[in-house]
């Protein structure tokens, strides 16, 4: 069966910093991946996704992340981190059908 | 802009009660999800629905029912509640076909159940 594994409960970095999420998968064949962003009271919001082709992907509001297969993992960075990036993010993988399964979450609180 | 809509921001319900939640899209999407979201494990799959009429259980589907009798409306429904479902619902549609197709969520309705 296959999980996702999101290490970090909880993150704080100062507004300016990188920031690396980081998300660890188990899964058989080759995997679809998904980051999403849950701002306070909103639901989520798909950030980027990888399913083939260049294993750096880019997505929404200055984040990417980079696919290694060899480590299983799927894990998100931005270079510059703004106040306005404190929310929870889920890690996601999709298999075969309608099923996507979620990581339990990394909650990122943004030092002004 | 596409919508997912949740009827309820807040819910409160006693022990024993019939709960709907409901949730519409406008998307014109053939897939609608039911999550649950408690603190420290994620969000849970509880029951999809794939085309009108059409359902598949997913992880945690005790106590759970699901209703879609027309293709924007996917109804959620705790045929007594407890209070062990105390938790954030929510609803999200997509397209159907390929498996990378993403998720629209809607904003989410916290049940509480005393």
């Known amino acids: 069966a296959q999980s996702v594994t999101q290490p970090d409960i909880h993150i704080t970095v100062s507004e300016g910093a990188s920031l690396e999420l980081r998300c660890n998968y188990s899964y058989g064949a080759t995997p679809y991946l998904f980051w999403y962003v849950q701002s306070p009271g909103q639901g989520l919001q798909l950030l980027l996704k990888y399913f083939s082709g260049d294993t750096l992907v880019q997505g929404i509001k200055g984040f990417e992340a980079e696919f290694k297969r060899s480590q299983s993992s799927f894990n998100l960075r931005k270079p510059s981190v703004h106040w306005s990036d404190a929310a929870e993010y889920f890690c996601?993988?999709?298999?075969?059908?309608?099923?996507?399964?979620f990581g339990t979450g990394t909650q990122l609180k943004v030092e002004l | 802009d596409v919508k997912v809509t949740q009827s309820s921001r807040y819910l409160v319900k006693r022990t024993g009660e019939k709960v709907f939640l409901e949730c519409v899209q406008d998307m014109d999407h053939e897939n609608m999800f039911w999550y649950r979201q408690d603190p420290g494990l994620g969000l849970r799959l509880i029951y999809f629905?794939?085309?009108?009429?059409?359902?598949e259980k997913g992880d945690i589907p005790e106590g759970y029912s699901v209703s879609r009798e027309k293709k924007e409306r996917f109804s959620l429904i705790l045929e007594s509640a407890s209070t062990n479902q105390t938790s954030m619902y929510l609803c999200?549609?997509?397209?159907?076909?390929?498996?990378?197709?993403?998720?629209?969520f809607g904003s989410g309705t916290q049940l509480s159940v005393l």
């Open positions: 629905s794939y085309d009108v009429k059409m359902k």
């Open positions: 996601a993988v999709g298999e075969g059908g309608n099923k996507l399964t």
């Open positions: 999200a549609s997509r397209r159907a076909g390929a498996r990378g197709e993403k998720l629209f």
